[in-house]
């Protein structure tokens, strides 16, 4: 039993008025919100580093049904009151610590957001002390933490935010965000770009929805729901046993950058390649350009980031990339409910040959196979299919039907080109000929199951 997790997005909509855009003065207000979010959560960072013996403090915990009694850290929950207590005029007490009185630095304050920061100062301050402990218990000199930060995206908690999803007129959706003007708090309806894909997310059966964070950007703006879902899948020891488990097994490489191969009963029942549809290339032009303007500008000033605009696409190009691979890879799983999802254990092969920008491509294509890695077994997770990495000695480089060591070559003009860059892959023992991609596809499943000589695991238990 696990759990998965991703964010859904709502973008708000902040086009020009006549395309169904906000009042640009409505984005002020949003401003203003984390501001003085950010404020609330400085006094309760300060209140907290000041009371921090309170932190510390152990409680005696009664337990409910065996009535032991045990001690442990003080709860948030507890701190929450307190900390309401020390600093919120109420009828019942309306006098608060006279150095640290919220009600008179922060009128009005809406309470939901107050809790939300106090918890958030809570949780920050922890970590902090925690952190704080362990330097000093290492007795290093340097790498003392500092202390914590006040930023933070808002977290919407129930009564700061309704979503207003009932006409069926997509156009017209708008999220009531409850926000700050500069002097006092108000609710303001904002536009959405409101899509079915959304919608879709949003009404996925399985799927919680947590408290949507409000983030701020220059060039993005909307509400990122975090959603989680409770996931029962077998242990990969369990499925291991099952004689029709189906594995899925993926090779991740620069050109070809996923081939996906089925294998069931000791048989390849499919075969998937995704293609990386000429990034590599594309990427390594862009590239190109990099290392060329680095090299008339002179040396790169360190901290100041040089064709940024230039990254900035190369980044996007490869996150889109990985999104899109990783889907690929859970289409085929989907196929196959109670699969085991097999990858190698991604080496890193540091490029120190060739030029600038052919390093700097290498290093793109090792990130691009780490995000497709990590992406493809989040995705795989919230279906319920769990993954196993496996050793990757030897995948490339063996037969994966003899276990022969095999050559790598090119076919040139008809001729045969050896060579280790190869795309085809040639075993001399049993004349087996294949794409090399696809052989050390078929080599994952041998990995996860032991089962040629070269597996180290297997040579020992004989
Ligand atoms: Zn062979």
């Keep these: 039993m696990g759990q998965a997790s991703r964010t859904t997005k709502l973008l708000l909509d902040f086009s020009k008025r006549s395309q169904g855009g906000a009042n640009p003065g409505k984005r002020s207000h949003l401003e203003a919100t984390v501001a003085i979010l950010n404020d609330a959560r400085r006094f309760y960072l300060d209140f907290f580093l000041a009371h921090q013996d309170r932190l510390r403090e152990r409680v005696e915990v009664i337990s409910k049904p065996t009535g032991e009694v045990s001690e442990r850290l003080i709860s948030a929950d507890k701190l929450l009151t307190w900390a309401e207590f020390e600093t919120v005029e109420t009828a019942a007490h309306p006098h608060p610590l006279p150095a640290w009185n919220f009600s008179q630095r922060f009128p009005d304050f809406p309470y939901v957001y107050r809790r939300s920061v106090i918890k958030d100062a809570i949780g920050r301050v922890r970590s902090y002390l925690s952190n704080l402990a362990n330097w000093q218990q290492a007795g290093k000199k340097r790498g003392k933490p500092g202390l914590p930060g006040t930023n933070n995206h808002p977290t919407l908690y129930e009564g700061t935010f309704s979503l207003q999803l009932d006409g069926l007129d997509l156009h017209k959706t708008f999220v009531g965000l409850k926000v700050y003007d500069g002097n006092g708090w108000i609710w303001i309806n904002y ?104 090299w008339q500008t002179g040396r790169c000033v360190q901290g100041e980031r040089s064709n940024r605009q230039l990254w900035a696409h190369i980044r996007r190009q490869n996150l889109d990339t990985a999104h899109q691979t990783a889907r690929a890879i859970v289409e085929v799983c989907e196929q196959y409910p109670g699969c085991v999802l097999v990858f190698e254990r991604l080496r890193t092969i540091k490029a120190k040959s060739g030029s600038k920008s052919r390093r700097l491509n290498r290093k793109q294509a090792n990130q691009l196979k780490g995000k497709i890695n990590q992406l493809a077994k989040e995705k795989a997770y919230a279906i319920g299919v769990v993954s196993v990495e496996v050793n990757p000695h030897g995948t490339s480089q063996y037969c994966a039907r003899c276990g022969g060591k095999g050559v790598r070559f090119t076919s040139q003009a008809g001729q045969r080109v050896r060579g280790p860059g190869g795309k085809l892959f040639f075993c001399p023992v049993c004349h087996y000929e294949c794409h090399a991609d696809f052989n050390a596809s078929v080599n994952v499943h041998h990995s996860f199951f032991r089962e040629l000589h070269w597996q180290p695991r297997a040579h020992k238990s004989g």
């Design 191 to 294: 536009p959405v770009k409101y899509s079915r894909y959304f919608e879709k997310r949003r009404t996925e059966p399985g799927w919680e929805q947590q408290s949507p964070k409000l983030i701020l950007r220059k060039d993005l703006t909307g509400l990122h729901v975090s959603q989680t879902k409770e996931i029962k899948a077998k242990k990969v020891v369990q499925s291991k046993r099952d004689p029709d488990l189906v594995t899925v097994a993926v090779d991740l490489n620069v050109k070809q950058l996923a081939v996906i191969t089925v294998r069931q009963h000791g048989q390849i029942k499919a075969t998937r390649f995704v293609s990386d549809q000429g990034l590599d290339q594309h990427r390594f032009r862009h590239l190109k350009r990099v290392a060329k303007k680095q």
